[in-house]
Every structure is written in structure tokens, then in C-alpha cells.
């Protein structure tokens, strides 16, 4: 067997400083691989795949998360930088998946014991799940749903259900959540997508990446890339950032519908600016001189003053955070907590009373149904944040006290 690579060992939570921040350790790949989480401590099945993104010609560098974990094609907690090329599966089918919260000045003293009340008007007023609204809401952007009449076929056919699930939740690890402070200040969160319209369009180019000429010889035929200057990049890059828009459109309107939900119960109440962000998409930047094409599969931007969200399970908590700008990172920090075990496991691991113990505290569903969000099937939030101190500071700590879900 083979001697294991020396690698620089991470610095223990209690020596970390914005001086002395957590060093990034590197992987042993084809392309610069720098990583803010312990390999020890990733799935090798996850570092096969970091390892099989590092070894496309067009990619200058990759950044690993904390949080990071399987997924599909590429790993969920990645930053990924080509020159001229983008892959849709490093990107994933939930284009433009992301976050928004906005800081409230009701504070816990106001609210009532029982929180049952506000959650059920939120369910009663924002789809979730597999539900759409019986009628369309439109968004403001004039001209926005022309976008659908350009699709191909197949998917310019849901422009009806594309409509009525704009403003709607989804299911999985979606949520929207009334938090507090440490300060006891309320929170308003949610964390949703680019619903069946964006996994549409990501489906769509996959199967077109895959069987281009320039894609046979991959290392793995779900990284396939479309390349600048074709026109297979070009139809995927205006339906991809019409699905981001698509994203941040949805998040915008049900924030907007949240707070007048609390509005109505709390009329005193007043609200700050949003904080918004993608973690799920592709954006345009420059870096280390040159122009670049970064996919964030389960990261945020965290240029320096950005602010971002980095949520935990759906009992542990989230941050408020401003970025730092490491360039050594690509200006990322991680999305969230990270999974650290599968639908499934979660599912044969853990019961609705495990649940039920684990939400204590939380008005939200502790139904069979969505064991497979159990706090115990994600990371510790805290330990993701202390490998990040370099990339981002804390602005707030949050713990929900109402979680919707799907």
C-alpha cells in the first residue's frame, strides 16, 4: 500500500483568528484543488469525483467547502472555475437554488407560547411541497416570461406550471422559518429554487453535453461541458441564467408574502432590507487575472462585504454572515451545513420520535415524512463554520423557533 500523502493538518477550533485563520489543505489532483475541509473526513467517493472535475482541460482550480458531500457529476460544496466552458451537471437540476432572510424588529417577548397559529397561515398561504396555486402570480420584470416561448418544446410546455409555481416552496430541504437571534431579534428565512421549470432545463442540457464529440473521453460522462463559441453554450447559458432569475423572482415573492403574513399578525412590526443569494448557479468573475466562468454547487459568494446565509438542519440554527474575499477560494464560503449521510440512510436510521427530540422547541412537522431532514442526517453548522473563519466573519447567529417545510 502506498505511503499517504503528507498533507497540512487543520488547526483546532480553539487557535482560530481572523490572524491565524484555518489554513486550506490541498488535494492531490490534476488541477489546483484547495480544500477547507479535513479529506480524512470526505467521502472517497466525494474526492474521486473532486479529482475527476480537477482533470478537465478547462479548469483553472477548484475550491472545496466545509460542508462538502456527494452529489451528482460534482461534489455539493464545490467552487468550480473554467476558462470558457461550464459543466450543467457541476451545476445541478436545482438552478439557482439559494436563500433570503430579512431581519424584523419584533422580538421574542413578542411572540406568542404557541407558535402553531403563524405556522399554519403560512402553509395556508404559501404552496409547499408538490403544490402549485390555482392561479399564476406575476413578478415584475417586464417581459420576464417571454424567456418561455424560446425553450425547446418539451419544457416551453410548462410555462402554465412554471407560472403557478412561482412564489411556492418545493419539498426537500426547503423551508421557511421564523428565527431569533442571540439578541432575541426575529428573522425571517426561506431557502428554495428554480422548481420543476429549472430541473427541466438542467435535464435538458445535460443530455445534450453528453453526447457531444469533445465529451467521450471524460473521466466521467457527467461532467460533460459545453465550451464558448458553440451554440449549444450559448442556449444553455440564456436558459440557465433565465432559471437563476426564475430562482431569486420566487424566493423575492414569497419573502414579500412572508412578511405580510407576520404583518398581518404583528402590525407593529417592521422590516430591513432583504439579504438574498444564490448557491446553487454559474456567474461570470474574474480572478487571479483572468476571466472566468465559476459554478458554485453548494456555495455563496462571499466577496469581500457580502452578505450571505449559511444555513444548519432544520433544528440547529443558521448564520448571517459578510464575506471576506479570499481569492484563494474564488470569493465562496459554503452554503449550509452539508449532509453527512443520504435520504435513505436518514429514513432507516431514524424515527418520527427522533425527530420530535432532536426539533424540540421548534413549531414545525415531526411526521415520518420528512425524517430524512433529521438534524442528525447533516453536519455539525458550528464545526462548518469554524473551517471557514478565513472566508467569512459572522454577522448573526440564528435558531428558528417555526419551521415550514415541504
Known amino acids: 500500500m502506498a505511503a499517504p500523502r503528507p498533507r497540512r493538518p487543520l488547526l483546532p477550533a480553539s487557535t482560530l483568528t481572523l490572524e491565524n485563520p484555518v489554513p486550506y489543505v490541498t488535494l492531490d489532483a490534476a488541477r489546483p484543488v484547495r480544500m477547507w475541509a479535513d479529506p480524512d473526513q470526505v467521502e472517497p467517493q466525494a474526492l474521486d469525483q473532486i479529482r475527476n472535475v480537477a482533470a478537465l482541460p478547462w479548469v483553472e482550480g477548484i475550491a472545496v467547502m466545509p460542508d462538502v458531500h456527494l452529489g451528482y457529476g460534482a ?90 409555481q412561482m412564489g411556492t416552496l418545493g419539498g426537500g430541504n426547503h423551508f421557511l422559518e421564523v428565527c431569533l437571534d442571540d439578541d432575541g431579534t426575529v428573522w425571517l428565512m426561506l431557502h428554495s429554487g428554480s422548481r420543476g421549470i429549472g430541473k427541466e432545463i438542467a435535464e435538458h442540457h445535460m443530455a445534450i453535453a453528453r453526447d457531444l464529440p469533445h465529451n467521450q473521453d471524460l473521466p466521467d460522462r457527467d461532467l460533460a461541458v459545453f465550451v464558448t463559441g458553440t451554440p449549444e453554450m450559448d442556449a444553455y447559458r440564456r436558459d440557465l441564467f433565465w432559471a437563476q432569475d426564475y430562482a431569486r423572482a420566487n424566493r423575492d415573492l414569497m419573502l414579500g408574502m412572508f412578511i405580510g403574513i407576520v404583518w398581518k399578525q404583528f402590525p407593529q412590526a ?47 440554527g443558521s448564520y448571517i454572515v459578510r464575506g471576506l474575499g479570499n481569492p484563494a477560494a474564488y470569493d465562496s464560503a459554503s452554503h449550509g451545513a452539508g449532509r453527512r449521510m443520504s435520504r435513505g440512510a436518514a429514513r432507516r436510521q431514524f424515527t418520527a420520535e427522533d425527530l420530535a427530540e432532536q426539533t424540540r422547541g421548534v413549531e414545525c412537522r415531526k411526521d415520518a415524512g420528512v425524517v ?23 454577522v448573526a447567529h440564528l435558531k428558528q423557533v417555526v419551521c415550514v417545510k415541504g
Open 372 to 394: 430524512d431532514e433529521i438534524p442528525a442526517a447533516y453536519k455539525d453548522i458550528d464545526a462548518v463554520m469554524a473551517q471557514q473563519t478565513d472566508l467569512v466573519k459572522v
Open 270 to 316: 417592521r422590516f430591513e432590507a432583504p439579504i438574498s443569494c444564490h448557491h446553487n448557479y454559474v456567474a461570470e468573475e474574474h480572478h487571479h487575472g483572468q476571466d472566468l466562468l465559476v459554478t458554485r454547487k453548494g456555495a455563496i459568494r462571499a466577496g469581500a462585504g457580502d452578505l450571505g446565509i449559511i444555513p444548519g438542519s432544520m433544528g440547529t
Open 75 to 164: 461534489t455539493v460544496g464545490s467552487v468550480i472555475a473554467m476558462r470558457d466552458a461550464v459543466s450543467p451537471s457541476a451545476v445541478g437540476v436545482d438552478i439557482g437554488c439559494g436563500m433570503s432572510a430579512v431581519k424584523t424588529t419584533l422580538t421574542a417577548s413578542q411572540l406568542p407560547d404557541d407558535l402553531g397559529r403563524l405556522r399554519s397561515s403560512v402553509e395556508a398561504h404559501i404552496p409547499v411541497g408538490f403544490n402549485w396555486r390555482d392561479e399564476p402570480v406575476d413578478v415584475s420584470t417586464p417581459g420576464f416570461w417571454n424567456h418561455l416561448k424560446e425553450l425547446p418544446t418539451p419544457i416551453a410546455a410548462m410555462s402554465d406550471r412554471a407560472r403557478r
